[in-house]
């Protein structure tokens, strides 16, 4: 079956430490994105990827990292800079050519204690 | 930049009740999208559109370009349509694209 898989579902660090959200597609797609998402507001984009080996940062990039070393795999790093990581975290993915069709993952929700 | 606006905020039905979740948006988009969210997180696209409307199953979506509005509508509602329903707009300017997301109507059908 194509599609995204997020993984954990659920993960929890302390303050200070960096963490690893882990983003895999199989759809063949060349564009994959990260939003953020926390209660009562919009997604918003943190980083997005056109192609392997090139990203942007989105309107909320600070105390993000990305890399984009294989088309399918688009990790995200939540490093202690990010003044207030925990929330839910959901990588999307598209054909560049199609950017208006994005399929979303099932979502990993941080909560740094 | 692209304003979204959503209404309701929360909204609670009876099963089989018609149901209506209103989107506005402040300047010209390329597409407008619905999409549910389901309580475990996973996100859908239930529909992408740019004009007119279009209909799947008992859902229903409008768009007005020259009002900046669009709605979802959903026929004989029932349990299983609790979800929040997100609307985001898509705009593309300077070679760059934009998806302006709204904050979510959180619908409750109670049987």
């Known amino acids: 079956d194509g599609g995204i898989t997020q993984s954990p579902k659920y993960l929890f660090r302390k303050e200070g430490q960096n963490v690893t959200l882990s983003c895999e597609q199989n759809?063949?797609?060349?564009?994959m994105y990260w939003y953020r998402q926390d209660p009562g507001q919009g997604l918003r984009l943190i980083y997005y990827?056109?192609?392997?080996?090139?990203?942007q940062k989105g309107d909320i990039a600070e105390g993000y990292s990305v890399s984009r070393e294989k088309k399918e795999s688009f990790p995200l790093t939540v490093t202690s800079a990010q003044k207030n990581p925990t929330a839910f975290y959901l990588c999307?993915?598209?054909?560049?050519?199609?950017?208006?069709?994005?399929?979303f993952g099932p979502g990993t929700r941080l909560t740094v204690l | 930049k692209n304003e979204v606006e959503q209404s309701p905020q929360n909204l609670t039905a009876q099963e089989g009740e018609f149901i209506t979740i209103n989107c506005s948006y402040s300047?010209?988009?390329?597409?407008l999208h619905w999409l549910q969210q389901h309580p475990g997180g996973g996100i859908v696209s239930l529909f992408m559109l740019s004009s007119g409307k279009k209909k799947h199953g008992r859902l229903i979506a409008t768009i007005n370009i020259q009002e900046k509005h669009s709605s979802l509508h959903i026929t004989a509602s029932h349990p299983r349509d609790s979800a929040v329903y997100i609307c985001a707009a898509s705009t593309w300017g300077a070679g760059s694209y934009q998806l302006t997301f709204g904050k979510g109507t959180k619908l409750s059908v109670i049987p």
């Open positions: 999307a993915s598209s054909f560049w050519q199609k950017v208006d069709t994005q399929y």
């Open positions: 990827s056109q192609i392997v080996n090139d990203f």
């Open positions: 759809l063949n797609h060349d564009a």
């Open positions: 300047v010209g988009i390329s597409a």
